[in-house]
């Protein structure tokens, strides 16, 4: 990668202010371009989604994983509870999606609570776990709560057989008008549900899956406490990757909880961050990580600059600590900042290998939180910063009362925002086929055919804030 004029040696730069040169491409097709990362992760495609309480649980991991990204669960969640989550991705299938379930005899209050927890948008009405009926939103409009689904349900039940080639359910589900059917084994019992989209993006994308064709999954630790144990326990788990996770990865601490946890995980990949040096990356990788996470204060639930003046416009860091990690023969993780599906597409120019994110997740069916409507109708959910008071308290439940109190005093992140749905684009999956969408055409106009050649090829220029409004689509005339 270089700078059209060559490297700035003036101000540090973010994702606005630049923007990506076409250049001559023998890129015939977007489809050419190979996404598959190779930073150890096993990713297909190079998103990784934040370890924020509010984005990443067990519904969003089995989602992208499915698409060929990876979840990393919080360090907040209890190990007990981490080993559950792993162990139930990992028995997810990686191509049909986890069904909900009532019975005839429960009703339509129940379905309602379950229809927002996917985006697929129905319940699967089952008698001894054989399908008998499905039901949807507007199954359910109208009618009592306390109806029985058997009253509302949908009896003709059209299903597909488990093990059918994606592209055979899509044309079966297009040809008999269905947006969605259950999946069922020989003996005719459920095991999934597929929609005509889902079909199709089976066809496009490669599950991210370990040895064993699992899905993947990885999980945080922070760096207090009894470090090695926890990363251990999780690895022990299943997890795919560990991540140690603290607001200022440059210190100390970290460099000996990296340096522990590498002795005690060594088949794992270690990620470990934030930094936005390379003197930073250059310290964890020496003290034995594989992967460094890069970002300080770009994320939206982040109060860290405004609170403390520290931290690097993204881009500028991203440059710098992934010059640094491949003279290395190391990686980086771009983390935050992410806002638009071109922020991916230059953050992997400038040098990373996956860009994880967070809030932006945060508004999506599968994002651990409830689904609300505001005054006007519109769906979202909470979400908050990981340093923020709530996620501390969160953090510190064994603490006493008043430790718990004096750490909710220094807080650097917001304790809730309200995240959107796009009603265009409600789901994550909605949100990765505009980020791939976008990620492939930006590797064609740079004449790249996988991430190796965009980072080599790509060259960055620096625009004014017109130059980047001059580029944003109006949804009305001027």
Known sequence: MRFLEGLPGGPELTFDDCFLLPRRSSVASRLDVELSTVDGSGTTIPIVVANMTAVAGRRMAETVARRGAMAILPQDIPLDVVAEVIAWVKRRHPVHDTPLTLEPTDTVGDALGLLPKRSHGAVIVTDSDFPVGVVTEADCTGVDRFTQLRQVMTPEVFTLAAGLDPKECFERLHSAHRRLAPVVDRSGRLVGVLTQKAALRATLYTPATDAAGRLRIGAAVGISGDVEAKAAALAEAGADVIVL?????????????????????????VVAGNVVSAEGVRDLVGAGADIVKVGVGPGAMCTTRMMTGVGRPQLSAIVECAREAAALGKHVWAD???????????????????????????????????????????????????????????????????????????????????????????????????????????????????????????????????????????????
């Not at 460099?255 to 088949?267: E, N």
């Not at 769906?379 to 709530?390: C, D, I, P, T, W």
């Not at 603490?399 to 809730?416: A, C, M, N, Q, V």
């Open 245 to 269: 996770d603290t607001a200022h990865g440059h210190q100390e601490r970290m460099l000996s909880a990296v340096a522990s946890v590498r002795s005690t995980v060594p088949p794992v990949p």
């Open 336 to 478: 935050g900042g992410v806002r638009h599906p071109r922020d991916v597409a230059l953050a992997l120019a400038a040098g990373a290998s996956n860009v994880m994110i967070g809030s932006w997740f945060a508004g999506t069916y599968e994002s651990p939180g409830d689904m609300q409507r505001d005054n006007s109708g519109r769906l979202f959910k909470e979400s908050y910063g990981m340093a923020s008071a709530r996620a501390v308290r969160q953090r510190n439940l064994e603490d006493t009362p008043y430790e718990r109190s004096r750490k909710t005093l220094f807080e650097e992140g917001i304790s809730t925002a309200r995240m959107y749905l796009d009603p265009e684009m409600p789901g994550v999956e909605d949100l990765i086929d505009a980020t791939v969408a976008g990620l492939r055409s930006a590797c064609s106009y740079a004449g790249a055919h996988d991430l190796s050649s965009l980072t080599e090829r790509a060259v960055i220029g620096v625009q004014t804030p017109a130059g980047y409004a001059e580029g944003r689509p109006l949804d009305r005339s001027w």
